[in-house]
């Protein structure tokens, strides 16, 4: 095996069948309790693990109708193109899960136009809502998932994803799950099972220790959790705020100090992508950068602006009804920084093109904050967004000195 899927609950998978789904063009097969699989490399083993895989994350999201395809239960499936069955007579991909008298079915669509895009289109997400409130459907089964590809001993490692019982796709959390388990014995006053115990003592971590031993001698295991260190990896909302701003997760805030250090305009563009996900960078939004004068000298202004962007703005654009006016001096108001919606000329409108999925969009760049004073010519020219480009975020346009043409 390399892979593994496990039915835990009353929901049984009798049938499976995939269309257009890597080497699996058109194919059926029937389940029973338990099913191994067997075959030369590249015949699709994998690849039909991979696909039940991404049925169930299909009927798990279905809500937000698009999946990324770099993170289908720890395991990255690659470029959605490159998941197409070749010569395949339709360009979707069809997974269909029978349970009992119910089709558990994923259409997914991929857009040819953009290569590097990691998503695909949830295409029957409608009829996944209301199939998810009827008998025997994937909703009702628990997927228990374990990849043969583990992580191995690490001297410090990030808890990821905690849930009950749940060491890791890659077993990333079991360093975590075995110091929990002994917090639990001593406070609930848990004994391990004869069949389990084989260390004289009876500690949960003692005895794996012991288990491990037996594969490899004289090894010795340590385990510890500082939950003051470990990061979170989800953005909380800001209830202190009126408008719901974003207060981003602790791995955000560690990028963005180390963005802080950036000595170079050409290191700082190459950071800030990854510290301010809300926001999307124009192609040229660093071209005039330079204009600003030395990094060391404007960095932490520039960072001070672009968190207000990316962890309120959209909220206090929607929380104004979508007046730009409003908004404006909301957001300086709140963030202290200053802005304004015009130009030195005000009936002067900046206009940038940006193709996006290969269609061109206009955009009127007009709104820009300040750095540092009032009437400064360092300014970030922005764009309120489109719903076609990427849920409407915020657009960077252009970062760098007054912008006169």
């Known amino acids: 095996f390399k892979e593994g899927v496990r039915r835990m609950s009353g929901v049984k998978m009798e049938q499976v069948v995939l269309r257009n789904f890597k080497c699996h063009k058109e194919f059926k097969v029937g389940l029973s309790e338990l099913n191994i699989l067997t075959g030369s490399n590249a015949a699709g083993k994998s690849s039909f693990i991979q696909a039940i895989l991404l049925a169930f994350q299909s009927w798990e999201e279905y809500d937000k109708k698009i999946i990324n395809t770099n993170y289908i239960y720890g395991v990255n499936l690659g470029i959605p193109s490159s998941i197409v069955s070749e010569n395949s007579d339709g360009k979707d991909i069809i997974l269909e899960i029978v349970c009992g008298d119910s089709i558990n079915k994923a259409v997914l669509g991929v857009d040819e136009d953009n290569g590097n895009d990691m998503h695909v ?3 029957n997400s409608e009829d996944i809502a209301v199939q998810r409130g009827e008998h025997h459907n994937l909703k009702q089964m628990n997927l228990f998932f374990l990849n043969a590809e583990r992580q191995g001993p690490r001297v410090v490692s990030a808890i990821q994803k905690i849930q009950p019982n749940f060491v890791g796709y890659v077993g990333e959390n079991t360093g975590y799950m075995i110091s929990e388990m002994d917090k639990r014995q001593k406070l609930r006053g848990i004994k391990l099972p004869d069949g389990l115990k084989i260390s004289a003592l009876d500690r949960f971590s003692a005895n794996c220790e012991a288990w491990l031993d037996v594969v490899v001698p004289n090894t ?48 700082f563009e190459d950071k800030a992508k990854f510290c301010f996900p809300r926001l999307i960078f124009h192609p040229d939004a660093f071209c005039h950068i330079s204009k600003l004068g030395k990094c060391e000298d404007v960095v932490s202004e520039l960072i001070r602006h672009l968190c207000a962007l990316n962890d309120y703005g959209d909220k206090i654009y929607a929380y104004t009804g979508k007046n730009e006016k409003n908004t404006l001096l909301e957001l300086q108001s709140f963030s ?16 940038k093109d940006m193709v996006f999925k290969g269609k061109k969009y206009t955009l009127t760049c007009n709104p820009h904050t300040k750095l540092f004073k009032k009437h400064s010519g360092q300014r970030i020219y922005f ?18 000195n007054h912008w006169e043409e």
């Open 121 to 123: 289109k949830i295409l």
């Open 220 to 267: 010795e295991l340590q385990c510890s959790v500082d939950m003051e260190r470990n990061l979170s990896m989800e953005d909380k909302i800001d209830k202190e705020s009126p408008y719901g701003g974003i207060i981003p997760n602790d791995a955000i805030k560690v990028k963005r100090n180390y963005l802080k250090r950036c000595r170079t305009f050409q290191a």
């Open 336 to 351: 202290q920084i200053y802005c304004s919606g015009k130009g030195s000329n005000e009936t002067m409108a900046y206009h």
């Open 383 to 400: 764009c309120w967004g489109r719903d076609e480009i990427e849920g409407h975020k915020i657009i960077i346009v252009r970062i760098g």
